[in-house]
């Protein structure tokens, strides 16, 4: 259990960057972002063939297909819906807004996997997702009510911004669930060469967006590489290799490892290292509720620990 839940941190520390690439890059447009990100995430793949040709053999037909819809709706359309939300209505109201990840992934895995035998009871479990939740609303509270009263888009771009981070919630607490369906029924196959199905079933996607995005909105002057290029370039190599594929072999060996219901949960670290990127970001120290709102999330995940412990995978 400690193996996996040392993976699930180290993935959300390095999934928790994506948070600043928009802060980063405010002049590029979102799918922009999120097909360069999974471009270069599928490019860099093709590297990882010749090592991997073999487990990527052992792939059937309907596991590539599976890896694409995987890879499209809970990665590229994930990350353009949260890009569009941090432009249109502010990175508090996105980071409020993702708090309900762990609650909706522990709730949806722990009623699938009553089927299954490895449930828990929701009078153990409603402790660790309460404190969890809460922690997260205290955490995130002081910049969701700057972010409220003081933000400079229209009401219209607001709740637009408010619906594409709607729409990530959804999709990322749909992609942790089936994703860790697909590696415990096939364990033989390995989370690493997963992580490398993924992005080259995703790659025809990503690279036709990225072409479409740079020839049509970007100004011919300008290029397809934006206004920024080398700095375009730079941030997207760290978010489609280190972010993408690290961050997802990371993640799926903590799946092969530890419940869904429990590694939903863990999510949560996302959020935490999100705000501690951000706050290095702009130089400041946290709030008084930033503070006690992490301290009651590693709080929840430490009883959700305990609630787990002797739950089969």
Same mark, same amino acid.
């Given at each position: 259990?400690?193996?996996?839940?040392?993976?699930?941190?180290?993935?959300?520390?390095?999934?928790?960057?994506?948070?600043?690439?928009?802060?980063?890059?405010?002049?590029? $447009?979102?799918?922009?972002?999120?097909?360069?990100?999974?471009?270069?995430?599928?490019?860099?793949?093709?590297?990882?063939?010749?090592?991997?040709?073999?487990?990527?053999?052992?792939?059937?037909?309907?596991?590539?297909?599976?890896?694409?819809?995987?890879?499209?709706?809970?990665?590229?359309?994930?990350?353009?819906?949260?890009?569009?939300?941090?432009?249109?209505?502010?990175?508090?109201?996105?980071?409020?807004?993702?708090?309900?990840?762990?609650?909706?992934?522990?709730?949806?895995? $722990?009623?699938?996997?009553?089927?299954?035998?490895?449930?828990?009871?929701?009078?153990?479990?409603?402790?660790?997702?309460?404190?969890?939740?809460?922690?997260?609303?205290?955490? $995130?509270?002081?910049?969701?009510?700057?972010?409220?009263?003081?933000?400079?888009?229209?009401?219209?771009?607001?709740?637009?911004?408010?619906?594409?981070?709607?729409?990530?919630?959804?999709?990322?607490?749909?992609?942790?669930?089936?994703?860790?369906?697909?590696?415990?029924?096939?364990?033989?196959?390995?989370?690493?060469?997963?992580?490398?199905?993924?992005?080259?079933?995703?790659?025809?996607?990503?690279?036709?967006?990225?072409?479409?995005?740079?020839?049509?909105?970007?100004?011919?002057?300008?290029?397809?590489?934006?206004?920024?290029?080398?700095?375009?370039?730079?941030?997207?190599?760290?978010?489609?290799?280190?972010?993408?594929?690290?961050?997802?072999?990371?993640?799926?060996?903590?799946?092969?490892?530890?419940?869904?219901?429990?590694?939903?949960?863990?999510?949560?670290?996302?959020?935490?290292?999100?705000?501690?990127?951000?706050?290095?970001?702009?130089?400041?120290?946290?709030?008084?509720?930033?503070?006690?709102?992490?301290?009651?999330?590693?709080?929840?995940?430490?009883?959700?620990?305990?609630?787990?412990?002797?739950?089969?995978?």
């Amino acid at each position: 259990m400690f193996l996996g839940f040392l993976y699930a941190v180290i993935a959300c520390a390095i999934w928790g960057l994506i948070y600043i690439f928009p802060l980063i890059l405010p002049e590029y $447009n979102p799918v922009m972002i999120a097909s360069a990100r999974f471009a270069v995430y599928g490019l860099a793949c093709l590297a990882f063939i010749p090592f991997q040709i073999e487990e990527l053999k052992k792939l059937t037909r309907s596991d590539w297909f599976f890896a694409m819809r995987l890879a499209f709706f809970g990665s590229l359309v994930y990350y353009w819906s949260l890009v569009m939300s941090v432009q249109l209505s502010g990175a508090p109201i996105a980071g409020m807004l993702m708090c309900w990840i762990p609650v909706l992934v522990a709730v949806v895995s $722990n009623l699938r996997n009553k089927k299954r035998g490895a449930s828990v009871p929701w009078s153990r479990l409603s402790i660790p997702l309460a404190l969890i939740l809460c922690g997260m609303v205290v955490a $995130n509270w002081t910049e969701f009510s700057y972010a409220v009263h003081e933000q400079s888009a229209s009401p219209l771009q607001f709740w637009m911004g408010v619906g594409f981070g709607v729409l990530s919630l959804l999709l990322w607490t749909w992609y942790p669930i089936r994703n860790a369906d697909w590696l415990l029924a096939n364990r033989q196959k390995g989370p690493k060469v997963w992580a490398t199905a993924q992005g080259l079933a995703i790659l025809p996607f990503t690279l036709i967006g990225f072409v479409i995005v740079g020839n049509v909105l970007e100004p011919a002057e300008v290029g397809i590489l934006g206004p920024e290029p080398v700095k375009f370039a730079l941030v997207m190599l760290v978010a489609g290799i280190v972010c993408s594929w690290v961050g997802a072999a990371f993640w799926n060996a903590m799946s092969e490892r530890l419940p869904t219901a429990l590694g939903g949960q863990l999510i949560v670290f996302e959020t935490i290292f999100s705000v501690i990127y951000a706050l290095m970001w702009r130089g400041a120290w946290p709030t008084v509720s930033m503070t006690v709102g992490m301290i009651m999330l590693l709080l929840g995940v430490l009883a959700a620990l305990r609630v787990f412990r002797k739950v089969k995978v």
